[in-house]
């Protein structure tokens, strides 16, 4: 069946605007997603409908890019294994249990978002698509990850926050092009020393976790640019933390600290920082000396009067404005 033809008959079915490309006579990418805020273009239509719908997309089978988010999609049907071809897929934001086994067929997959589902688990198999470079699986019910990951050399982006594993997948840690890394709502205690291998991780969250320390290792992420480690409970930073010359923003919101260690004024290209809500009986001294800070937030700990400072940045004492790392 031509392309166009099955894009025209998509058209009918879903009746509202949505986005595709064409190359020569064959559609490579279609994008579903995007009906409005709320949802994507054929989440309301009823299981009868959608399993039609997605009938038809599976015989576009020169597709490269999908985006089918937002439409509550609760299984994909045994056809979508005639997509051979798929490089980038969203299915964020559904409502699928299983993982789509169709994926495992394509080898070129670079970019998967399976994020905001209620998958349980990850098949072994999955880690033999060793293109990988961008992994989105937060907010899933998985509790566990087969330690695979020293297949995926290319990957670069990982998230894994509100799910419900309970201890890292070591082998993460191998992934050295890994730039981004999401952790969060977990029972984790601990961030392994072997964080420091990631060299070339420039975006780190571990947010709402049992966390009381970070590795003396966590200095080693020289490019680090921007870290979210607020609501753990971190009563000390490394003392080599300074050694972070590239981090631009760090929130360390509702830990435990009491103090900077000496080496945070040589943070000189830390732009945003956040500190509130820890347990600082004093102004540290260290916060003076960072050349380049424009934000800062210090409220709701012991010590709430900031002593005089440069004016050229702006302090918020009595707010905590969420700032977007990621």
């Known amino acids: 069946m031509d392309d166009l033809f099955i894009i025209e008959r998509l058209k009918k079915k879903i009746s509202s605007p949505f986005l595709y490309e064409m190359k020569g006579n064959h559609c ?96 072994e198999k999955f880690f033999l698509l060793k293109k990988i470079k961008s992994l989105h699986l937060h907010k899933n019910c998985i509790e566990h990850l087969p330690d695979e990951f020293t297949e995926f050399k290319n990957l670069e982006v990982i998230h894994l926050y509100l799910s419900m594993i309970k201890e890292y997948p ?95 004024k040589n943070l000189q290209n830390l732009k945003l920082l956040n500190l509130a809500k820890n347990k600082f009986d004093y102004f540290p001294g260290e916060i003076s000396l960072l050349s380049n800070l424009e934000w800062l937030s210090f409220h709701d700990n012991p010590h709430e009067i900031i002593q005089p400072m440069d004016s050229s940045y702006k302090v918020i004492s009595n707010k905590y404005d969420l700032w977007k790392v990621l």
């Open 170 to 264: 070591e082998s993460l840690f191998n992934c050295n092009k890994i730039k981004t890394i999401s952790f969060g709502f977990n029972e984790f205690e601990h961030l392994p020393k072997e964080i420091g291998n990631l060299s070339e991780l420039e975006y780190l969250t571990l947010i709402c976790t049992n966390i009381n320390s970070l590795p003396e290792e966590f200095c080693n992420l020289k490019k680090l640019k921007a870290t979210r480690l607020f609501k753990n409970k971190i009563t000390s930073l490394p003392k080599n933390i300074g050694n972070l010359v590239n981090l631009e923003q760090i929130s360390l919101y509702q830990n435990d600290l009491k103090k900077l260690p000496e080496s945070f």
């Open 28 to 123: 490579i990418s279609l994008d579903l997603s995007q009906e409005s805020i709320f949802g994507g273009n054929f989440r309301h239509h009823s299981e009868t409908e959608k399993e039609k719908i997605l009938l038809l997309i599976s015989e576009l089978e020169y597709l490269e890019t999908l985006d089918l988010r937002k439409n509550l999609i609760q299984k994909i049907p045994q056809s979508f294994f005639n997509l051979k071809s798929l490089r980038d897929i969203n299915l964020g934001s559904n409502d699928l249990v299983e993982f789509p086994e169709f994926l495992l067929q394509n080898e070129n997959l670079e970019m998967l978002f399976l994020g905001c589902n209620q998958i349980k688990s990850i098949p």
